[in-house]
Each structure stands twice: as C-alpha cells, then as structure tokens.
C-alpha cells in the first residue's frame, strides 16, 4: 500500500522559508488521489494546511493558511510539497501529508518545523 513519507522540515529563524515534501513510498500517486497537508502544534488540535489533487492539482487551503503557503504536486518525482514563507514562531508544529485514495486516508510520520523568534 502507498505511504506518505514526509521531509525537510527543521529549524528556522522567523521570516524564513522552507519547502517539505511528502513522497508516495510503496507505490506511486495516482490519478484520484489527494493529498492534504496538516499540522499539529505542541498541545493543540491538528489542523488543516490545505489540498491538492493529484490529477487535475486543484488545490484548496484553509482560510487561515492562505496567502504565505503554497501547495503543489511534481509528477516526475512522485512528491507532493508544501512551500512555506514568512514563518512564524506560531507555526512551530509537526507538518504532516496524507494521502486520500478509495476513501482510505494513509498518513506519514510527520516532519518537525521549529520557528525560532
């Protein structure tokens, strides 16, 4: 079965930008997938970053998050992204990908960003 496997997440100082990535491990994505980033900060509830589909990359993206990240898909390399700018202290968290296929949802690991003020 396909697992998303979440990476480059770390430690930044405030206003800086980073890129994660969430590669289709075991398998390859596929047309109807979508995929969805989430995050979960320290003592708070996960949250929805936003989506992408797969196929046609539509993307949607959580009021909230709109504006300073971008989601995006690069078929070639089978990976899913999640590009960041202007982080904040707040966006501390552990940024997880999912991916949606046959109404299932596999979830990653997650990848550690730490915002430093």
């Known amino acids: 079965q396909v697992q998303p496997v979440e990476s480059g997440g770390g430690q930044v100082q405030s206003g800086a930008s980073l890129t994660l990535s969430c590669a289709a491990s075991?398998?390859?994505?596929?047309?109807?997938?979508?995929v969805a980033w989430y995050r979960q900060a320290p003592g708070k509830e996960r949250e929805v970053v936003g989506t992408i589909t797969w196929d046609a990359g539509t993307r949607h993206y959580a009021d909230s998050m709109r504006g300073r990240f971008t989601i995006y898909r690069n078929y070639g390399e089978n990976t899913a992204y999640l590009h960041m700018n202007g982080l904040k202290p707040e966006d501390t968290a552990t940024y997880y990908c999912?991916?949606?296929?046959?109404?299932?949802?596999?979830w990653g690991q997650g990848t550690q960003v730490t915002v430093a003020s």
């Open positions: 999912n991916i949606k296929r046959d109404s299932v949802l596999y």
């Open positions: 075991g398998g390859t994505f596929s047309g109807d997938d979508m």
